[in-house]
């Protein structure tokens, strides 16, 4: 069994802490050393009491949902004899209103670019057939709800 550690540090800044006058700025702190500073997306909260230059929980939340399908994504096709060069990804999260009317985000769009080398290149069912099992055996992807769609895969 594996557990994970992230440390979450607020103080409080600004003049009204009752009127909602105060800074939503925080820091995370991860096992290694690193530490991130994030902030609510000034979607939900206006500056200046979040900052836009600072990483935001739903940013954050569909980073992990793309790096963890990126990291088993890569497992799969080395075991398979694929070889990648590299793999970009834009991903995207959308926020809707479930049926309670709560937002959450509903979908994450993974728009994964790789490039291949060697003599084994995967053809456009490998790279189909890759990505689902990718999703099946995400850590992430099976922690949550959120569907998780990948678009044509594309190669460079």
């Not at 070889?83 to 937002?103: C, I, L, P, Q, W």
């Not at 055996?137 to 769609?149: D, F």
Request: glycine share 4%; with cysteine; proline share 7%.
């Amino acid at each position: 069994m594996s557990q994970y550690l992230a440390t979450i540090d607020w103080t409080r800044k600004g003049p009204d802490f009752i009127k909602g006058q105060y800074s939503r700025e925080h820091t995370w702190s991860f096992d290694a050393g690193i530490t991130i500073r994030a902030s609510p997306s000034p979607s939900v909260v206006p500056t200046p009491w979040s900052n836009p230059a600072n990483v935001d929980p739903e940013e954050a939340f569909v980073a992990s949902v793309s790096s963890c399908h990126m990291l088993t994504f890569l497992w799969v096709a080395s075991k398979e004899g694929f070889v990648a060069d590299s793999y970009h990804d834009e991903a995207v999260g959308a926020m809707t209103k479930n049926e309670r009317g709560v937002f959450w985000i509903s979908a994450i769009t993974l728009r994964p670019l790789i490039s291949w080398s060697g003599t084994k290149q995967p053809a456009a069912e490998d790279l189909q057939r890759l990505h689902h099992l990718a999703h099946e055996q995400c850590y992430i992807a099976n922690s949550i709800k959120t569907e998780v769609r990948v678009e044509p895969p594309l190669d460079r």
